[in-house]
């Protein structure tokens, strides 16, 4: 079956380490998201992808960093210059830009704390 | 930019009817529907294009109000399933979804 799979289900950092959380989809949609959801908040974007090679900074990307090497797969690196990192961490795609009935699709999401 | 949706939170019986509301302040592209189990994926329930489109699936509808730039979800006749939170996303034809903060729906037997 195609999907989104995110690993690892949850991460611990250590204070100043960096942390990558995985994002693998076989659906071979286009565009690709990570989104920060903190308790009781809705979901905000940390970056997005349209196309391999390429990538935005959404509207918390300070603190984050990714790659988009291949189409399949989006890292996101959670750096020692975020703060407060504590959160859930979701990983989304869609088959191309946000066009014509064009849903993103979710993987079951990170849950990465602080020890 | 984000999209304020109310109520905040509502608490229904089984059988209940319940609307959601979606408002921009910016002109939409589209609205997007989701529903998220506590600790889960958020997911799909349907994308709204067309200002005044409605469209379903079940018992669970919506429409979108270009004019007024709002889009409301309508859930008829309740079921405990129905429970969740419910976000919209607004599209402004930049390649991104913005979310709002949420409504958590709680259906009790």
């Known amino acids: 079956d195609g999907g989104i799979t995110q690993s690892p289900k949850y991460l611990f950092r250590k204070e100043g380490q960096n942390v990558t959380l995985s994002c693998e989809q076989n659906?071979?949609?286009?565009?690709m998201y990570w989104y920060r959801q903190d308790p009781g908040q809705g979901l905000r974007l940390i970056y997005y992808?349209?196309?391999?090679?390429?990538?935005q900074k959404g509207d918390i990307a300070e603190g984050y960093s990714v790659s988009r090497e291949k189409k399949e797969s989006f890292p996101l690196t959670v750096t020692s210059a975020q703060k407060n990192p504590t959160a859930f961490y979701l990983c989304?795609?869609?088959?191309?830009?946000?066009?014509?009935?064009?849903?993103?699709?979710f993987g079951d999401g990170t849950r990465l704390s602080i020890l | 930019q984000q999209p304020v949706q109310s109520p905040q939170a509502v608490i229904l019986r089984e059988g209940e009817d319940a609307v959601i509301n979606c408002s921009s302040s910016?002109?939409?592209?589209?609205v997007h529907w989701y529903r998220q189990k506590h600790g889960e994926a958020p997911v799909f329930l349907m994308i709204?294009?067309?200002?005044?489109e409605q469209k379903g699936h079940e018992k669970i509808s919506a429409s979108f109000n270009e004019k007024k730039q709002q889009s409301s979800l309508y859930l008829t006749a309740s079921q405990l399933s129905y429970s969740g939170t419910y976000f919209c996303g607004t599209d402004f034809q930049s390649g991104k979804l913005i979310f709002g903060q949420g409504t958590t729906l709680q259906v009790k037997p």
């Open positions: 659906l071979n949609h286009d565009a």
């Open positions: 709204l294009l067309k200002g005044g």
């Open positions: 910016k002109a939409l592209y589209s």
């Open positions: 989304a795609s869609s088959p191309r830009t946000l066009t014509l009935n064009q849903p993103q699709h």
């Open positions: 992808s349209q196309i391999v090679n390429d990538f």
